[in-house]
């Protein structure tokens, strides 16, 4: 199974507008990380926001926030006030406890914001 | 912010030769680095976990003799694509964490380097 799934290839939003990306997860460990990285086509990665398996409150980084709900094993990004600059490949990652903090990215999604 | 500097960012080479890339964290120190590659269009895929002064991980399926990993000191990590071939042609990016025991530090990212082989 995958550990962490991204179904949405690609996804179009409006600027100004609020866009959600979806992420999915797969552990059975109790203590682990949820991470979410932005990839322009540059190249480089950049880390937006993380959200830890035991934080009662949902993440929050200016325009990102993330949705998490563990009972559901989701993880899902909320990008507020979309901007030209977001578009982007969007890639949710898992670090699981024990794993000397390897991470397990999801196939991506990416991000085409429009006028 | 915590940087990564990777070099070089793009390498065009004959078939045959041999290729070193390094990762340094700059402000930061890391006992541990990763080595990722990234295909186009596809996720990133960890090819193998640095160690600071030990040997280094590498993921099923890497061939540790093809990519030697040396990690000499607790800022730099270096992958050498030995005897490159156009199959080996890719994006490798490297990544590394602060040492501490704190979980929710993120991997900081080199740039990445553009590998292509003739």
């Known amino acids: 199974a995958q550990k962490i799934t991204q179904t949405q290839p690609g996804m179009f939003v409006q600027e100004k507008e609020a866009v959600t990306l979806d992420c999915t997860y797969d552990?059975?460990?109790?203590?682990?990380?949820l991470f979410w990285y932005k990839q322009p086509s540059s190249g480089e990665m950049i880390f937006l926001i993380y959200?830890?398996?035991?934080?009662?409150q949902n993440a929050t980084e200016g325009r990102y926030s993330l949705n998490f709900q563990k009972a559901r094993k989701s993880a899902n990004l909320v990008i507020s006030a979309s901007q030209l600059g977001d578009s982007a490949m969007y890639f949710c990652?898992?670090?699981?406890?024990?794993?000397?903090?390897?991470?397990?990215f999801g196939t991506g999604t990416r991000l085409q914001v429009t006028l | 912010g915590a940087v990564v500097s990777q070099h070089p960012s793009r390498v065009i080479c004959k078939s045959g030769t041999s290729v070193k890339i390094e990762c340094r964290s700059l402000?930061?120190?890391?006992?541990?680095m990763f080595w990722y590659r990234q295909f186009p269009k596809q996720s990133l895929m960890l090819m193998a976990t640095?160690?600071?002064?030990?040997?280094?991980?590498?993921e099923q399926g890497v061939e540790k003799d093809k990519f030697l990993i040396n990690h000499a000191s607790l800022t730099l990590s270096t992958l050498t694509v030995t005897s490159a071939h156009p199959e080996d042609s890719s994006f490798y990016i490297c990544?590394?964490?602060?040492?501490?025991?704190?979980?929710?530090?993120?991997?900081?990212f080199g740039d990445g380097t553009r590998l292509s082989i003739l």
């Open positions: 402000d930061f120190q890391a006992t541990t």
């Open positions: 990652a898992m670090r699981e406890a024990g794993t000397a903090s390897k991470l397990t």
């Open positions: 640095s160690n600071e002064g030990s040997k280094a991980t590498y």
């Open positions: 959200q830890g398996s035991y934080d009662e």
């Open positions: 990544s590394a964490r602060a040492s501490d025991r704190y979980s929710n530090q993120p991997q900081h």
């Open positions: 552990t059975s460990d109790q203590s682990y990380g």
